[in-house]
């Protein structure tokens, strides 16, 4: 394939965890029917666990983040493994570089998660176009944009909070690490140093669609020029134009998904509540109590996602005594599950990628956001996109099984359904026009491309 002529060559660099891979991966392909070369660079502990596919028009390579042979788990801390990728990364990734340099298609372009801002550094060391990926939500990415440069003063002594193209928003509804002040620094050190030489950046691309946060995206273009290039989902389930891309093609669990399918189609449309908490959540035993005795409660089928570390905190029985009511599965495949017609709800944990899912697959949730950005995407999906309702947090931190059951009830059969389910597939529908010839995102995808391919 080396002497195929593209129109350029672009590497794209995600930070390396499953939600930062997979959005950077899609676009890759998007950038691959627009003609060019895309290379996906993980690092090596990230690409022998996960082998990516031989076969695709998408080529894969690897740099180190010097800890190829357990990756994060190997590092002491957070600090010690950014630090050390930093050093290692950087190097590597200029190797990669060089080696393209003398071939057919030596590289046009670096698109880099902005968790790595170095990236950017080296990229300019080469004279290469740099383009920071957002994988967050516009709203997001602004709020960390404001306390980087010093517009919104931590800690919050006041509220209602207001910042331009934003609902008003309470202290829980911000992030957590801004909500729980002194809650994981180096993580919070790391979403604001997305901005620390962005400015320098010759594009900024994010994941989300304009339609569906259109005041958030043309106030932050005010301060930095940016693109939204979303949804990044799977083309067999938007706008179908990449043909055989029903997959991102990188999984960290292994799934048997004609399980999850025959149980669902044996089940009654829009019946099925779907649970799953995304590959880093991590669930007390507690709140594992009482989202199954919630479930166990509930009139609903329901599908639910446990991943094999979190199995032990299920009471005792439970899935034996669930029976046909219930199917409890260590992984599956997400966009496969949600584009069921048997799903009625999803339960979530308001993870970006796994919000985007549901509102491309046009699917009502019920929120129980952990962390992160979870905390806002849960306040956008009930208060902005009115696709459902966020679950009531108690004192102790927990949301007990009365809520949880008031909120699945609410969103199957309350007296809102049928404006979640109209809400849903509106927000599927704009999501799909986005992304089709002519839309939005299409549109921006090629005004980036023609950015550096002409400079």
């Not at 200029?94 to 071939?103: S, V």
């Not at 799977?234 to 134009?241: A, E, I, N, T």
């Not at 679950?391 to 309350?414: S, T």
Request: proline share 5%.
């Amino acid at each position: 394939m080396e002497n195929k002529a593209y129109r350029g060559h672009v590497l794209t660099l995600p930070y390396p965890s499953l939600g930062h891979i997979n959005p950077l991966l899609q676009f890759s392909k998007r950038l691959v029917s627009k003609g060019l070369k895309a290379t996906l660079a993980t690092t090596l502990f990230i690409y022998n666990t996960m082998q990516p596919p031989s076969s695709s028009s998408l080529q894969f390579d690897t740099i180190s983040d010097g800890y190829d042979e357990g990756g994060f788990a190997q590092a002491e801390s957070i600090h010690a493994y950014l630090n050390r990728m930093e050093t290692i990364g950087s190097k590597t990734l200029a190797d990669l570089i060089i080696k393209n340099k003398n071939t057919a298609n030596p590289i046009d372009c670096i698109i880099y998660d902005p968790f790595l801002p170095w990236a950017l550094e080296v990229a300019k060391k080469f004279g290469i176009f740099g383009a920071a990926f957002f994988t967050q939500t516009c709203a997001v990415n602004f709020i960390y944009h404001h306390v980087h440069h010093g517009l919104l003063k931590l800690p919050i002594t006041s509220t209602p909070i207001s910042i331009p193209g934003l609902p008003v928003l309470e202290l829980e509804d911000m992030p957590s690490f801004i909500s729980v002040p002194g809650s994981y620094p180096a993580y919070f050190e790391m979403v604001l140093n997305q901005f620390s030489n962005s400015d320098k950046a010759d594009a900024i691309l994010v994941n989300t669609f304009y339609e569906l946060e259109p005041e958030a995206v043309d106030s932050m273009s005010k301060v930095c020029q940016l693109l939204a290039i979303g949804p990044t989902i799977p083309s067999f389930y938007l706008d179908k134009r990449l043909e055989s891309d029903n997959d991102y093609g990188l999984n960290l669990f292994a799934s048997d998904s004609s399980i999850c399918n025959n149980w669902l189609n044996a089940k009654l449309e829009g019946s099925v509540i779907y649970l799953s908490f995304g590959s880093m959540a991590s669930l007390s035993n507690k709140q594992m109590e009482e989202l199954a005795f919630a479930l166990k409660g509930s009139k609903f089928h329901f599908l639910w996602v446990v991943k094999a570390s979190e199995e032990a905190k299920l009471p005792e029985k439970f899935v034996e005594e669930a029976g046909n009511k219930g199917l409890v599965v260590q992984w599956c495949s997400q966009l496969e599950v949600l584009s069921n017609k048997a799903i009625g709800c999803f339960l979530t944990h308001c993870g970006w990628n796994s919000t985007l899912e549901a509102l491309s697959l046009g699917v009502p949730m019920v929120g129980l956001p952990q962390w992160t950005d979870q905390t806002m995407n849960a306040k956008y999906v009930q208060d902005v996109w009115k696709v459902g309702v966020r679950a009531k947090v108690c004192e102790n931190g927990i949301v007990e099984r009365e809520e949880i059951d008031f909120c699945i009830k609410e969103v199957m059969e309350g007296e809102r359904r049928k404006d979640f389910q109209k809400n849903a597939k509106k927000w599927r529908d704009l999501a799909i026009k986005a992304i089709s010839e002519g839309g939005s995102s299409n549109k921006n995808i090629d005004e980036f491309v023609s950015k550096f391919i002409n400079s």
